[in-house]
T-cell receptor
Framework: AQTVTQSQPEMSVQEAETVTLSCTYD???????LFWYKQPPSRQMILVIR??????QNATENRFSVNFQKAAKSFSLKISDSQLGDAAMYFC??????????????FGKGTLLTVNP | GAGVSQSPSNKVTEKGKDVELRCDPI?????LYWYRQRLGQGLEFLIY????????KSGLPSDRFSAERTGESVSTLTIQRTQQEDSAVYLC???????????FGPGTRLTVT
């Protein structure tokens, strides 16, 4: 079974600084997606960034970028120039891209990010 | 509507009572998912609907939990004889198709006293 591990229950960063959130996963599949979701206190899950496993280039969305290491099964999220509005719970998630379970997202337990002014 | 909506936003119920949670997916989205989020935990898969196909109910934790969806419209998640361990946020998401990208609702926070 696929598992997603976020080893940092909590992280903090100073405003305008850079922070990296860690995520590792376990799968025997070669074709899959990885995601980072943000969940602010409003509870609304917001997709931050996604990475397709067959793409070697790391995904980037403005201040958010990932370091995808397929062999190591690692998928970290880097937030640059952190802003107060980045404070939230961040979830790493995995989904197969084909096969019988390609509809199911598997989530890590989350990392609570605090941004200090 | 523009997004996935869920109701109620918050629900407090007494142990042993039944509750019904509602999810309105984005129009045209054939796939619908229910997840449970307990305090300090990640999201646990509960059930998946895809069009008129038989749902994947493999994540439902007990026979007290059931869910219905008619076609590609509203879904309801029912919890009978609620227990304190049912206290959680229940999140619904929908996608245009199986394997498509997900849009989440704001969740229902259920508190069982």
């Amino acid at each position: 079974a696929q598992t997603v591990t976020q080893s940092q229950p909590e992280m903090s960063v100073q405003e305008a600084e850079t922070v990296t959130l860690s995520c590792t996963y376990d799968t025997s599949e070669s074709d899959y997606y990885l995601f980072w979701y943000k969940q602010p206190p409003s509870r609304q899950m917001i997709l931050v960034i996604r990475q397709e496993a067959y793409k070697q280039q790391n995904a980037t969305e403005n201040r958010f970028s990932v370091n995808f290491q397929k062999a190591a099964k690692s998928f970290s999220l880097k937030i640059s120039d952190s802003q107060l509005g980045d404070a939230a719970m961040y979830f790493c998630a995995y989904r197969e891209n084909s096969g019988g379970s390609n509809y199911k997202l598997t989530f890590g337990k989350g990392t609570l990010l605090t941004v200090n002014p | 509507g523009a997004g996935v909506s869920q109701s109620p936003s918050n629900k407090v119920t007494e142990k042993g009572k039944d509750v019904e949670l509602r999810c309105d997916p984005i129009s045209g989205h054939t796939a619908l998912y229910w997840y449970r989020q307990r305090l300090g935990q990640g999201l646990e898969f509960l059930i998946y609907f895809q069009g008129n196909s038989a749902p994947d109910k493999s994540g439902l934790p007990s026979d007290r939990f059931s869910a219905e969806r008619t076609g590609e419209s509203v879904s309801t998640l029912t919890i009978q004889r609620t227990q304190q361990e049912d206290s959680a946020v229940y999140l619904c998401a929908s996608s245009f198709s199986r394997g498509g990208f997900w849009y989440f609702g704001p969740g229902t926070r259920l508190t069982v006293t």
